[in-house]
Nanobody
């Protein structure tokens, strides 16, 4: 089992930026991809971005494409989400996620493990 701890959330004005971090511990070698999901207030959790173990493959949800960038540092067992040009509709609890399956499967079916989440609030 892997433990995922997010940090970096907070309050930011529209148009601003935030960088989320996720530190993984435990059986990190068993997980193939990592990424982020989010849950806006009153809505279901939704996929945001995913990155392969090597970092060579990434995939973004349409609503964040071009504004968010996912990256990872395997030496630190950490994945990042750089969020630029934030909009009020980006307000959500952001969850770090990990999965043992391949990237394409995760894009289609979603993640299987999440952290506790970090709140991101974008004011207008």
């Amino acid at each position: 089992q892997v433990q995922l701890v997010e940090s970096g959330g907070g309050l930011v004005q529209a148009g601003g930026s935030l960088r989320l971090s996720c530190a993984a511990s435990g059986r990190t070698f068993s997980y193939n991809v990592m990424g982020w999901s989010r849950q806006p207030p009153g809505k279901e959790r939704e996929f945001v971005a995913v990155i392969s173990w090597s970092g060579g493959s990434t995939y973004y949800a349409d609503h964040v494409k071009g504004r968010f960038t996912i990256s990872r540092d395997n030496a630190k067992n950490t994945v990042y989400l750089q969020m630029n040009s934030l909009k009020p509709e980006d307000t959500a609890v952001y969850y770090c996620a990990a999965d043992y399956r391949d990237l394409d499967t995760v894009v289609a079916a979603g993640f299987t493990s999440w952290g506790q989440g970090t709140q991101v609030t974008v004011s207008s």
